[in-house]
């Protein structure tokens, strides 16, 4: 054999006897325990909220129409302007309006006159006949005269307020604080003729402005118990603060007052109306908006966990939770409202569990795992 090939030979033997003594000294060691966070459920008074959708609407809208017949005279606003109760929107032509209250006017004074001669002629019968001068059928012609001039009067009189009301008719003017709508008619156009109204245009209040929105069956059952437990009615619900959020605005930034309530449930739809008002100066809100109303209970204690911590599977929700001997168990729950990046359980937990809250893909039901325990921060409310 020739030197190189002894020297291989050699190596050869050296390299299978180090890598007998490698397996003889290897055995498996099992990976450590996944880390994962836990928390205890934190304890905080939450108010339970009632929650539901409605619209906009307003306190007062209402169709301007012509009470006279006659020519439209002037037009006062701008479409879609925002106006002050009492100021002159339409006028229609009030001349032969003014004529006529001249002339009730002028008849009242007639009317007048005739009834200082008819009580004078009365009064010298009634003298007469007291004296046993007159006649009775001469005073009893006085009595009337004078009793018709009296109605004579007061017809005159009636005719003459209605000539100043159909007066004051001709000039159309904003009956609230509101935004005017678009004229329907135009300067010298005929309006108040035939049977129907002419509308002039449409006016509508925005401040305040109301929201109705509806509570199901289920909901006004389990506040009518709440208040009933109290020694409440509906009636102590009338004033309570009531929050309000638009389609793209986060939470509920608006507030109003709760200021009815249905008397009687809808059977086509089992629910129950209600209404809030609400302040509307910068007329932010506008009618037919779709809205999200929240209404907040008294507060009582709650268990919270993250959102995070929530899963979902064919039984429900459910959360992961570390037993005491650090086992995964998966527990179902019951959630409840959301509060900021908390989730109120309101069943299914109690307030010694360690809830998994981070590393939630690391913990496998009925696996051990290494918990590092957090503490969870309070939810602002």
């Not at 009067?153 to 004051?168: E, K, R, T, Y």
């Not at 009687?264 to 008002?277: D, M, W, Y």
């Not at 409840?336 to 809250?357: A, N």
Request: proline share 6%.
């Amino acid at each position: 054999m020739t030197p190189a090939a002894v020297a291989r030979t050699t190596l050869f033997l050296a390299i299978g006897a180090g890598l007998s003594g490698c397996g003889q000294s290897n055995q498996y060691a099992a990976p450590p325990p996944p880390k994962v966070e836990v928390a205890a459920p934190l304890e905080q008074d939450v108010p339970p909220y009632f929650e539901s959708t409605g619209n906009t609407a307003a306190v007062n809208a209402v169709d301007l129409v012509a009470r006279v017949q006659g020519f439209v005279q002037a037009i006062s606003y701008t479409d879609g302007q925002y106006v002050k109760q009492g100021t002159s929107l339409f006028t229609i032509e009030p001349e032969p309006y003014k004529l006529k209250v001249e002339a009730a006017k002028a008849t009242l004074t007639s009317a007048q006159a005739t009834l200082t001669q008819a009580q004078a002629e009365y009064q010298r019968q009634a003298d007469l006949v007291t004296k046993q001068i007159a006649t009775q059928s001469n005073y009893d012609k006085a009595l009337a005269a004078r009793d018709s001039a009296q109605a004579d009067v007061q017809s005159a009189q009636a005719s003459l307020q209605q000539a100043q009301i159909n007066l004051s008719y001709t000039n159309v003017a904003a009956p609230f604080d509101g935004v005017v709508s678009a004229r329907l008619v135009s300067i010298g156009e005929l309006v108040g003729g035939g049977t129907t109204p002419t509308v002039l245009s449409t006016i509508v209040q925005l401040d305040p402005i109301w929201v109705n929105f509806t509570a199901n069956e289920r909901d006004v059952l389990a506040v009518r118990a709440a208040l009933a437990a109290r020694g409440e009615t509906t009636a102590n619900l009338l004033g309570e603060t009531v929050e309000i959020g638009l389609a793209n605005e986060t939470g509920y930034p608006h507030k109003g007052k709760l200021d009815y309530i249905a008397p009687t449930v809808n059977p086509a739809t089992g629910t129950l109306g209600a209404r809030a008002t609400l302040e509307n100066a910068e007329r932010t809100l506008l009618p037919g908006y779709f809205v999200r109303v929240r209404i907040a209970g008294r507060p009582r204690p709650q268990l919270l966990v993250p959102n995070i911590a929530l899963g979902d599977s064919q039984s429900g929700r459910y959360v992961l939770v570390v037993n005491k001997d650090n086992v995964v168990e998966q527990r179902t729950v019951q959630p409840g409202q959301v509060v900021g990046e908390l989730r109120v359980i309101e069943s299914g937990l109690t307030k010694d569990d360690r809830v998994v809250v981070g590393g939630i893909m690391r913990a496998i039901p009925g696996e051990k795992v290494e918990p590092q325990t957090q503490t969870l921060t309070p939810a602002a409310q």
